[in-house]
């Protein structure tokens, strides 16, 4: 077991009608002229954000809005936003949206607190000093942004998609009402699934250091979201499933999963987000596509652990050899995964990639994580290649 630090600041307020306390949050962290940043338009139509800025007029709080964080969202729109909370005297930040709002709103932070130009903090070239104090209202439940301390931003220029991570960013509040999430396309609401799991199994398949603690944590929550998942598959809007899945988004990425291990994978995260920047995809979709083929091509060197998924976590009979369980336990995922309507391989994911894609993403991603990463095994490009090239 590893020793470790668990920081988690954020105000969580859950559950029906919770946005009704934006305002009143907003005043206890020290906000008076507030950047309401959003997505392309789902806040508009489902009436929040009305609602919310009603309830900021009627307790005198000023704001200005700025919509438009795409999934994989871009810096340029980061720059934007730096500008206007700068022309505006903006001193709160609240994202309404999943997490590219919320990436975007922590990007224009960090570029509002800091001098020079916020996209060095993504090129690994410098640490911010400081963000502007963020609040969120979340509408779907998958990076667990509203409570991690990490921000994935896609620079145009070359398609460079990059994360962050910096307890500065991490948000003073999160408002989390499940019925908020209703409005969700099924597809969606699946890739949050997928995200949410995925966010956990990085922490769980690692050769550094477990504790049996986070483990049936982890456990608990994989099938929680495995569960629920299926469950809304079939009643989209069934409130207690919502909400079973929307609180294992926080919990899976805000550290707990994680305590007493080395920190744990993130492979599949770094080849899904070479994925999702060049070919724009849905981040859990992309993962889901992903995942066999990086489990396929390390379990044999972290055997334990895709032992012990197999039977704790995905009910695997413990009978043959491990290398059979384990692999078992990779293909009862991969079928969850299909019966939840989410890509297995980059054909499924509707991404027809060239050979010389797959060796510009591997390139990519090597640079990105300094040459070589992994705890369940150490990938060096050669291997991501392999990786990407098994997904096809
Ligand atoms: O943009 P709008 O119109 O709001 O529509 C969104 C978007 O099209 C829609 N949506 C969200 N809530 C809705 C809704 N539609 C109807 N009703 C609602 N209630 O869903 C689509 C996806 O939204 P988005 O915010 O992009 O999804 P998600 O939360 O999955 O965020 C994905 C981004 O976060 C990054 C991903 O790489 C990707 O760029 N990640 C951030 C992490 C973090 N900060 O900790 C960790 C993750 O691993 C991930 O990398
Ligand atoms: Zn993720």
């Known amino acids: 077991m590893y020793g470790f630090q668990y ?8 559950g029906k009608g919770a946005e009704s306390r ?3 949050l907003i005043r206890a962290f020290g906000g008076s002229k507030v950047l309401i940043h959003y997505g392309g338009g789902s806040v508009v139509r489902s009436g929040l954000l009305k609602r919310v800025t009603d309830s900021l007029e009627a307790a005198g709080i000023s704001y200005v809005t700025l919509g438009g964080a795409v999934p994989n969202p871009r810096l340029g729109l980061v720059y934007e936003g730096i500008g206007l909370c700068r022309k505006e005297g903006v001193d709160f930040l609240l994202a309404v949206g999943g997490g590219s709002a919320i990436d975007s709103a922590k990007a224009i932070g960090y570029g509002v607190a800091n001098e020079g130009d916020v996209w060095d903090f993504y090129d690994y070239k410098r640490k911010a ?9 979340l509408t779907i439940a998958a990076t667990g942004s509203e409570m991690s301390d990490s921000s994935v931003i896609t620079k145009e220029e070359g398609l460079v998609k990059r994360g962050y991570s910096s307890d500065y960013g991490r948000s003073k509040f999160a408002i989390m009402n499940p019925e908020l999430t209703m409005t969700l396309p099924d ?3 699946a890739c949050g699934c997928t995200d949410i799991m995925m966010h956990t199994m990085e922490r769980y398949f690692t050769n550094g250091g477990n504790m049996e603690i986070t483990d049936a944590l982890a456990e608990g929550l994989l099938r929680t979201v495995m569960t629920n998942a299926e469950i809304l598959v079939r009643d989209p809007q069934n409130y207690d499933a919502r909400a079973e899945v929307m609180w294992a988004g926080s ?3 805000n550290g707990l999963t994680g305590c007493g291990n080395d920190g744990g994978d993130w492979m599949t995260h770094k080849l899904e987000h070479e994925l999702g920047g060049l070919y724009d995809v849905a981040h859990g979709a992309g993962l889901a596509a992903i995942w066999g083929s990086w489990a396929r091509y390390v379990y044999q060197h972290c055997l334990p652990r895709f032992l012990r998924f197999a039977v704790n976590v995905m009910g695997v009979e413990p009978e ?5 369980i384990a692999l078992k336990g990779i293909e009862a995922l991969e079928d969850f995964f299909r019966r939840i309507h989410m890509p297995t391989n980059l054909r499924e994911l509707g991404v027809n990639a060239t050979e010389e894609d797959l060796v510009t993403m591997a390139h990519k991603c090597a640079v990105g994580v300094g040459g070589a990463m992994g705890s369940a095994r150490l990938l060096r490009e050669e291997d991501m290649l392999a990786i990407f090239r098994a997904s096809r």
């Not at 000093?129 to 209202?137: K, S």
């Not at 043959?320 to 059979?324: F, I, K, N, P, V």
């Open 7 to 14: 920081y988690t600041p954020t105000r969580v307020i859950f």
């Open 129 to 137: 000093a400081g963000c502007l104090p963020l609040g969120v209202i």
């Open 22 to 24: 934006t305002a009143e």
């Open 187 to 189: 597809y969606q609401t």
């Open 251 to 253: 919990l899976s990425h």
């Open 320 to 324: 043959g050899t491990d290398e059979e």
